[in-house]
């Protein structure tokens, strides 16, 4: 998973502070109020102005990113989801 979003009509980007460990972050433009964050069941790192995320996924297992703004919230998921 690769993330860089850009605020401003793509003329700014964001500052990313780590919040929550590495399963979740927000970034934020410089100026502003507007907050995008990120959740998932893969870890999460931050790199200058992008998010990324690596993993393995073997046959029946699943992984999951969210991108979330504004008051809307998804819980943290902490386990790998399999098939039946």
């Given at each position: ?37 990120i ?17 393995t ?28």
């Amino acid at each position: 998973m690769n993330c860089t979003p850009l605020f401003n009509y793509g003329t700014i980007g964001g500052t990313w502070p780590c919040q929550g460990g590495y399963e979740s972050t927000t970034v934020a433009p410089h100026k502003g109020n507007l907050q995008l964050k990120i959740t998932g069941t893969i870890p999460l790192g931050v790199l200058s102005s992008r998010c990324q995320g690596h993993t393995t996924i073997a046959a029946g297992e699943s992984a999951v990113v969210t991108l979330a703004w504004g008051e809307t919230t998804f819980p943290l998921l902490r386990t790998r989801h399999t098939t039946p």
